[in-house]
């Protein structure tokens, strides 16, 4: 075997096929591979939504509870913020606290951080289709305004000057 014709033979063994995608994953699967590999399918709907072609039919979306839970709390935020906006009357903060009622517990300051900080997220979560996004920040100024309205921050954290040794338990 000559040298071209024994690198041309490794060329080709070594290559992949196009369905092959070590690293790339899957977003759609045809229907006869639910019945054959379900696990492959499944596995990769808990992972992220994934489309299932059918030769008879449109083809449908299969998702976790979570992702599709994720997607209702942001169209219901995606509705809030709609409506936040569509009014003319005060400011966007006085808004969405009229929305948002927990926004209240926050400084006037903070009240415009969390509008500008959670629209922000919701542009960022449309834009990307990361409905996380926008969820978690509205959560963190939900948790931080529980928190002040407990009355957790009111009193001066006493800061240690010297650092204390502590045995080993």
């Known amino acids: 075997m000559s040298a071209a014709t ?5 060329f080709q063994s070594s290559e992949t096929p196009a369905t092959f995608q070590p690293f790339k994953t899957r977003t759609s699967f045809q229907s006869s591979e639910l019945s054959r590999s379900s696990a492959d399918v499944f596995a990769a709907a808990a992972d992220h939504p994934v489309r299932v072609t059918r ?4 083809s449908l979306v299969l998702m ?3 992702a599709d839970a994720a ?5 219901e935020l995606a509705a809030q913020l709609v409506a ?3 009014s003319t009357e005060g400011t966007l903060a006085a808004r969405m606290s009229d929305r948002f009622p927990w926004m ?3 400084s006037p300051a903070d009240r415009k951080a969390c509008a500008d900080d959670v ?3 919701a542009r960022a979560s449309f834009a990307t289709n ?15 305004a529980t928190a002040i309205a407990a009355g957790l921050g009111k009193k001066p954290v006493e800061w240690l000057d010297d650092p204390e040794a502590v045995e080993r338990p």
């Open 6 to 10: 024994k690198s041309r033979k490794t």
């Open 55 to 58: 030769r008879d039919g449109e």
């Open 64 to 66: 976790s509870e979570s």
């Open 71 to 75: 997607r209702i709390s942001l169209l």
């Open 84 to 86: 936040v906006s569509t």
């Open 104 to 106: 209240l517990a926050l």
């Open 119 to 121: 629209l922000a997220a």
């Open 130 to 144: 990361q409905p996380h996004l926008a969820i978690a920040e509205l959560t963190s100024w939900r948790e931080t």
